[in-house]
């Protein structure tokens, strides 16, 4: 009951406001359209095992892991739309696709209240990222053990009031990620509230819950257990420093269609610190247990850790090492491969040069 109250009163909040938007007079703006775009690319070397055999991915080579181009169109300082597409390309799996990330209407009647219709940014991974500031190089903890995603189809608001020393956001989604905006019985809810006491010091709650998408009329699988995870981050961000912590648990994340119940968690922390302009040196090490209950000994250790340089604005060069460790009997599904084995577990190196370009 409880979570149908929160979803009926973000539907009718937002909607409303949708709707009151219609009427407030657009201020003196023309009509204004721009273009942007983001590249994830890496040249490393890849070594990877499962229970001593090497991965056929194992060797040299080069990813070009993201390539988001983004068109935004104001109809005026309330009205506006945004359409981003994402290019993937893996040379690990042989993967190339092309689709659509973001798609959505946004009505803006303030600083403390935005409505978007379609698909657009989630509340917790996207801020996570932008607290961490190295996405490029690795994603965020629940994105890299596949807890979460960065957007979802649905409704979505947000706002900022107080100075902007409180900040919030909540979503109303289909629940299966932005690669599939097919409909189910039941909608998921994820949201965030985060406070900043003073400037470059953050503290963030959120939380998720809902079937993931699955639970589909007339499914052979019907949904057996709801999918719920809480996410806490502080951080501590300046021009020159990033420290920060998030930790999340989750309870039937990969278990919604399973008799069986399951529970996870894990932490990450990183820090990086910028000489000057043009130089920083970044490290960052993650732990989770992802079947607490069902495997209990099956345990996901990651790091990595780089010297990045910056020749100009929005490029970004790092030579990187990241090693990744699975073992306790069970495998883990990782942004960087599928680790693990029942004798001698699952590792991962990889070393080489990681880019990121912004336009």
Sequence with gaps: MRKKFLFESLVIVTAGALVSALAVPALAADDTTTISGKMFADLTNYDASNDGVNSAANGFGIDVKRFYLGVTHNFDDVWSVNVTSDFNYVSNDSETQIYIKKA???????????????????????????????????????????????????????????????????SVVNGAGYKNPTRSNSMDFEGRIA???????????????????????NS???????????????????????????????????????????????????ASFNFDEQWSVFARGDSAKTSKDLSP??????????????????????????????????????SNGNFGGVAEGGKYDEVGIWTQVAF
């Design 220 to 270: 052979t699988t019907p949904p057996q257990h709801t999918a719920d995870r809480v996410d806490v981050l502080a951080a501590y961000v300046t021009k020159s420093l990033r420290v920060g912590a998030e930790y999340f648990q989750a309870d039937d994340w990969n278990n919604v269609t399973t008799p069986a119940s399951d529970k996870a968690d894990g932490f990450s922390v990183w």
């Design 297 to 334: 000994d099956l345990k996901d250790e990651y790091f990595n850790a780089g010297v990045a340089a910056h020749p100009r604005k929005n490029v970004d060069v790092a030579l990187v090492y990241k090693h990744e460790k699975v073992d306790g009997g069970g495998t883990i599904n990782t």
């Design 104 to 170: 959505y209407v946004q009505a803006k009647l303030s600083d403390a209240f935005f409505g978007r219709l379609g698909s657009a940014d989630l509340p917790w991974v996207p801020f996570a990222e932008d607290i961490y500031g190295y996405r490029w190089v690795e994603n965020v903890l629940v994105d890299r053990l596949k807890f979460g995603t960065s957007a979802d189809w649905g409704l979505h608001a947000g706002g900022k009031v107080a100075d902007g020393k409180f900040s919030y956001a909540a």
């Design 195 to 217: 406070f900043a006491p003073i400037s470059g010091l953050t503290f963030a709650l959120g939380g998720y819950s809902g079937k993931l998408g699955k639970d589909v009329e």
